[in-house]
């Protein structure tokens, strides 16, 4: 582990709500399985890598062996709604009503149009902590470079 810390945990309202409306999320279920979320939020004392940033924030994780692609917001935006299209519970109309309330919500807590997304996709052999769901999962770094914020969402689908 790093002996640097560039990075200081912080909590806001914003995203208190966001944690909320991701328990009401939580509550939605494909067949056996049901969705869930970790979220963290940092302010950033200096400009770092998001392997930097995952490795701090989840020190079991081993981002050496994981692909970090950075990602556009339209293409983050895709990957949130097929996500939520695995939801067989429920209507497709709903699933995109949930995705993009998910998105909305989202964006209350970090601007996702001034920010760097990046998607962490870990090696399944590695045993890395961020892969522990089943099927469908994520794991976005989102750094709004402006004010030094950083959010980590992880989610994906449990038995």
């Known amino acids: 582990m790093l002996d640097v810390i560039v990075m200081q945990e912080i909590n806001t309202l914003e995203l208190e709500q ?7 999320c939580e509550d939605k279920t494909l067949r056996n399985l049901n969705p869930f979320f970790k979220v963290k939020m940092f302010e950033l004392k200096f400009s770092v890598s998001p392997s930097v940033i995952i490795l701090q924030a989840f020190p079991d994780a081993k981002p050496e062996k994981a692909q970090i692609i950075e990602r556009s917001e339209n293409e983050f935006s895709d990957g949130v709604i097929d996500f939520f299209s695995q939801l067989e519970s429920t209507s497709q109309e709903n699933q995109f009503k949930i ?9 209350s807590v970090i601007k996702l149009e001034h920010s760097k997304i990046w ?27 402006s004010n030094r ?6 989610g994906g689908y449990i038995d």
């Not at 966001?18 to 009401?24: A, G, I, N, S, V």
């Not at 052999?125 to 469908?136: A, K, T, V």
């Not at 914020?149 to 992880?154: T, Y």
């Open 18 to 24: 966001f944690r909320k409306h991701l328990e009401y």
């Open 119 to 145: 998607e962490y996709l870990p090696d399944h052999s590695s045993f890395d902590r961020l892969y522990d769901y089943i099927g469908w999962g994520f794991t976005y770094i989102i750094v709004e470079e």
């Open 149 to 154: 914020q950083c959010l980590i969402i992880h």
């Open 99 to 107: 995705a993009y309330e998910f998105l909305e919500t989202l964006k």
